[in-house]
């Protein structure tokens, strides 16, 4: 994966973690104004997860590496996702486009994070859909701390 530079989140935790990953999904919107792009087509995301917190925990780390791209490569690398669950063909706030994928990763990786006995928190995912389009999302309550 290429160097990338993201978006950096200002915050007062002792630590941050940024996990780079891409996986590779179909996906259509299912909008006339879309355009070409309510069609069925590929991509090949590019994501980086920012998860920030002050507490390491058992093994020494904010949280591993290895899971948080787990998370979202085992649900969605090779799937069309218009067929899971996260996203929906009638409610235009689940469309599949990169703003609500990258809203769906942050809901993926922050209810697994509310399980961690260290609470660490993700305040950024950065989602790349081509290259020269991306999305940025980040939790509003992230912001306010």
């Keep these: 994966m290429m160097q990338q530079i993201y978006p950096v989140v200002p915050h007062d935790y002792a630590y941050e973690i940024n996990k780079d990953f891409h996986f590779a999904a179909a996906h259509y919107v299912p909008s006339t104004d879309a355009g070409k792009c309510q069609h069925i087509h590929g991509h090949t995301y590019f994501a980086n997860i920012t998860i920030v917190g002050d507490t390491l925990d058992h093994s020494g780390f904010l949280v591993n590496f290895k899971t948080i791209k787990d998370l979202v490569h085992?649900?969605?690398?090779?799937?069309?996702?218009?067929?899971?669950?996260?996203?929906?063909?009638?409610?235009?706030?689940?469309?599949?486009?990169?703003?609500?994928?990258?809203?769906?990763?942050?809901?993926?990786?922050?209810?697994?994070?509310?399980?961690?006995?260290?609470?660490?928190?993700?305040v950024q995912v950065f989602l790349?859909?081509?290259?020269?389009?991306?999305?940025?999302?980040?939790?509003k309550e992230a912001s306010s701390q």
């Design 74 to 122: 085992r649900r969605f690398d090779h799937r069309v996702l218009n067929k899971d669950a996260a996203f929906s063909d009638e409610d235009p706030s689940y469309f599949p486009t990169s703003e609500v994928i990258a809203r769906t990763i942050y809901e993926i990786v922050q209810a697994h994070l509310d399980t961690l006995d260290n609470q660490p928190k993700c």
């Design 128 to 139: 790349r859909e081509t290259p020269t389009s991306y999305c940025v999302y980040r939790p």
